[in-house]
């Protein structure tokens, strides 16, 4: 085993004398290291890094000490707050300048942006019910096949169109016979649903820029749109 001898004044390491016990090295710091001087020298078990000598003590310099001392870089999480180095659990759109926590405003923006898309076309082709009956959802698809059918009764001369399927209230599937007047109700009814969801999204779109950064941190994207969605 070994003791580590560090002198006083700077604290640096001198000398790492191998002894037989602890409390041999003690009685006899001479018998193990010739050069010591206990005004000049001080040991102690541990090999310090950075060490400190307080009321006679050796220890480890703190994070603090180090920092002071320039010896220290903050991490990405860290402040000084009070003297005391702190670590922050960070959001994704958050970062410390300056000491201080701030908002990616153009991260956070985009990312309400994304979640906004989803909820527009979420609600854009929920399902509604038709003539108290029917259900039936307002996806692209739906829309496409609705649009082509209009186009073939148009060159046809037909005023109905045998076949839409829907779903009853229970989900089952059921085939109905759609005249002229249905198609351009049902057409309608999606129109202005597809609409309404891009008018939600427009309203929300254009008062972000206006948000303070604690509003856009707690900013709600499902609650916003709902709430600007029962508006309209």
């Known amino acids: 085993m070994y003791v580590v001898i560090y002198d006083k004044k700077n604290l640096s390491i001198i000398a790492r004398p191998t002894i037989t016990t602890l409390k041999e090295f003690k009685g006899n710091p001479v018998l193990f290291y010739p050069d010591w001087d206990i005004a000049k020298h001080i040991w102690d078990e541990t090999e310090f890094k950075n060490p400190v000598l307080e009321n006679g003590d050796l220890r480890e ?3 603090e000490e180090l920092y002071k001392a320039g010896k220290y870089i903050l991490s990405s999480n860290e402040i000084v707050e009070n003297g005391k180095i702190k670590t922050i659990k960070l959001s994704e759109f958050e970062y410390i300048e300056d000491n201080k926590i701030k908002l990616n ?3 956070k923006i985009e990312s309400i942006k994304e979640k906004l898309g989803i909820f527009k076309t979420q609600y854009s082709e929920k399902e509604f019910i038709f003539k108290d009956e029917y259900v039936q959802k307002n996806r692209e698809l739906d829309k496409n096949n609705l649009n082509s ?3 073939m009764l148009m060159f046809s001369g037909k005023d109905r169109f045998e076949g839409w399927k829907f779903k009853d209230k229970q989900g089952n599937d059921v085939y109905v016979t759609l005249m002229k007047q249905d198609i351009v109700a049902l057409s309608d009814i999606m129109t202005a649903q597809t609409t309404k969801a891009m008018h ?5 779109l254009k008062k972000l820029d206006n948000l303070t950064d604690d509003e856009l941190k707690e900013f709600n994207v499902k609650e916003e749109f709902e709430k600007e969605w029962n508006k309209i």
């Open 61 to 63: 310099s703190t994070k």
């Open 105 to 107: 405003r153009n991260k």
């Open 149 to 151: 059918i209009v186009t």
């Open 200 to 204: 939600t999204e427009s309203k929300i």
